[in-house]
C-alpha cells in the first residue's frame, strides 16, 4: 500500500536520490532558492556533496528595504565564507514587494502557517521554477523546508506541480530532519549570522509584536 503523500519521508527520499546520482558519478546542477542565509547553512552544508549549487535569492515579501539588504549581504558573506565540496554559486532575484502584497491580497488577515503563507511559498517557487528551466537546471528546491513554522508538505505539493508545468525536476526535501534545524542555529551561531525572528512580511512582523 502506497503511502500517503503526508506521511512521506522526504529527507529519506531526498537523501536516497542523492546517494544513487552520486554513485552513477553524476553532480547534477540544482536551483536553491533560500529565504535567508541561516536557513540556507545546512541546506547548503548537505546538498553541495551531492549537487553543483546556486542559490537563488528572491523574496519579495520582505517588506523593509533595509531588511532586504541586510538579508542579502548576509547570504553572500555566508556562501563566501562556508567551505563546500562543490563550489556554491548565488543569483540575486528582484526585489518586488509590490508583486508579493498583489498575490496575498485579502489574505492579509489569514494567521501564520496558513493560506497567505501558501501563495507566497508559490510565488517564490514559481519565480525559482521559470529561472531553472531558462537556465537549463536539473532540479530546483527551497530552503522553507527547514523551518519548523513552515508546512513541507505544502512546499513539496507546491513544488510537485511546478514542476509539471515547468519540466523541471522538483527536489523533495525536509530539511529540519536528522536535526537539520538544529545545526542551522549550529552554524549560524559559528558564523555570526544575523537571524530574524520573523519570515520577513508585514503580517508576520506584526504577529510577533503582538505576541509580546
Same mark, same amino acid.
Do not use: W
Given at each position: ?19 544513487? +546520482? ?5 553532480? %547534477?546542477?540544482?536551483?536553491?532558492? $533560500?529565504?535567508?542565509? %541561516? ?8 546538498? $553541495? ?94 530552503? +522553507? ?14 513544488? +510537485?506541480? +511546478? ?47 503582538? $505576541?509580546?
Amino acid at each position: 500500500m502506497a503511502v500517503p503523500f503526508e506521511n512521506r519521508n522526504f529527507h529519506k527520499e531526498m537523501l536516497k536520490l542523492a546517494g544513487q +546520482l552520486q554513485k552513477e558519478g553524476k553532480v %547534477p546542477r540544482l536551483l536553491l532558492h $533560500s529565504c535567508c542565509a %541561516p536557513c540556507s547553512s545546512n541546506c547548503i552544508e548537505v546538498l $553541495s556533496k551531492y549537487f553543483m549549487v546556486t542559490v537563488f535569492y528572491y523574496n519579495p515579501n520582505i517588506s523593509s528595504d533595509e531588511e532586504y539588504k541586510k538579508r542579502v549581504a548576509e547570504q553572500i558573506r555566508f556562501i563566501k565564507e562556508f567551505d563546500t565540496p562543490n563550489k556554491v554559486e548565488f543569483i540575486e532575484g528582484d526585489y518586488e514587494p509590490d508583486v508579493f502584497f498583489k498575490e496575498v491580497k485579502g489574505l492579509e488577515k489569514e494567521p501564520e502557517g496558513g493560506k497567505r503563507c501558501f501563495k507566497c511559498y508559490e510565488l517564490r517557487l514559481r519565480k525559482t521554477a521559470e529561472l531553472a528551466k531558462a537556465e537549463a537546471y536539473d532540479y530546483f528546491t527551497t530552503t +522553507l523546508t527547514i523551518s519548523p513554522l513552515k508546512n513541507s508538505v505544502k512546499l513539496n505539493e507546491t513544488g +510537485l506541480k +511546478l514542476q509539471e508545468e515547468y519540466g523541471v525536476n522538483y527536489l523533495l526535501s525536509d530539511f529540519k530532519k536528522q536535526e537539520g534545524y538544529k545545526r542551522s542555529i549550529e552554524l549560524s551561531k559559528e558564523y555570526g549570522l544575523y537571524r530574524q525572528n520573523y519570515c520577513g512580511c508585514v503580517y508576520s512582523r506584526q504577529q510577533i509584536l503582538m $505576541s509580546k
